[in-house]
């Protein structure tokens, strides 16, 4: 009885968040609309990075290389052979999955900080190879892309306010992150998610119940590289411009602040990362014009001090006192299951 009544309110809950996200937009302004929109995309990116760090364990400094890809592929097509925004996505993912997936083979012979420098020197190369003469006919070089922002395909007006481009995209970016956090819930939460996470806390023991190492952690960057790609295609869309100049190699580092600052290992804490990503530079230099990066560096130690676990963390903490039950056993599930449960071969 007390399962199928936690199961209701449950159920309660998300459809009053559904009718809340939906009425969000038609309350701000378009600004404002546009900042969730990125908020939403960051958090992709964000959950792409979080799946090769806080679940398999390999640490990337390079993400924002797999961003950019997405997002030329996404712009070039559109730009070029006139492809509907919304088909760009799954050729921005199959990409950005094959150069994933080849970079996961140095993965095999790299780790920790090595395999962070090696990652970064992507990061600090395909900003460069977007501006070569040789490919600047599709690419735009160092002017970028220019795009058209899609245009709602019918209108009508929630509070007197339209369905303008930014708040259609964001029911499209909204019915896009739902689904990618959809495919991570449950591919995470599964066995594959087990046997990451045992790769990540215990390679030999990993490797002797079964999992195939080398195969695991190449498809797992494959698979974070797409989850990025797709996040930059949506950000071409949004934005309606691309340059080599907006993928720098702050870029990546930004993204594994917001992995850092939601938590690792934690599918929603992809949100928060986002959020902070998106909001916490703004707020900065509204306090300080002069000095906004030392702001934000304030910020960020505080977090770190006050949150070590990241916001998700944090949140699990206080769930676990509220239940009264271990706090070690709700932070991490996966972990919890990736010990108690097999994760490679076959299964009787």
Known sequence: ??????????????????????????????????????????????????????????????????????????????????????????????????????????????????????TFALALAIPQMLKYKGIEAWTGGVQGIVLNKPEAPFEFSVLGQPLSADRWLYFYILLVTAIMFLIAWRLLRGRVGRALVAIRDHPIAASAMGVNLPVYKSLTFGVSAAFTGVAGALSATAVAFVSPDSFTSFLSITFLVGVVVGGLASIPGAIAGAIFIQFVPNIADEISKSAPWAIYGIFLILLMYLMPTGVAGLISKIFSRLRGSPAAASANPSVVSAVSQPVGGSQS
């Open 1 to 118: 009885m007390n399962e199928n009544t936690n199961n209701k309110w449950a159920w309660i809950g998300a459809a009053v968040l559904l009718v809340a996200l939906c009425v969000l937009p038609f309350l701000v302004k378009n600004f404002r609309v546009f900042q969730f929109n990125m908020v939403m995309i960051y958090a992709i990116a964000v959950l792409g990075l979080n799946i090769l760090t806080g679940f398999n364990g390999q640490i990337s400094l390079g993400h924002g290389a797999f961003y950019a890809i997405g997002a030329y592929v996404a712009a070039i097509l559109m730009d070029k052979a006139g492809v509907p925004y919304w088909a760009t996505l799954p050729f921005a993912a199959v990409v950005c999955f094959v150069v994933g997936y080849l970079m996961g083979f140095p993965a095999l012979r790299l780790g920790g900080h090595y395999l962070a420098l090696a």
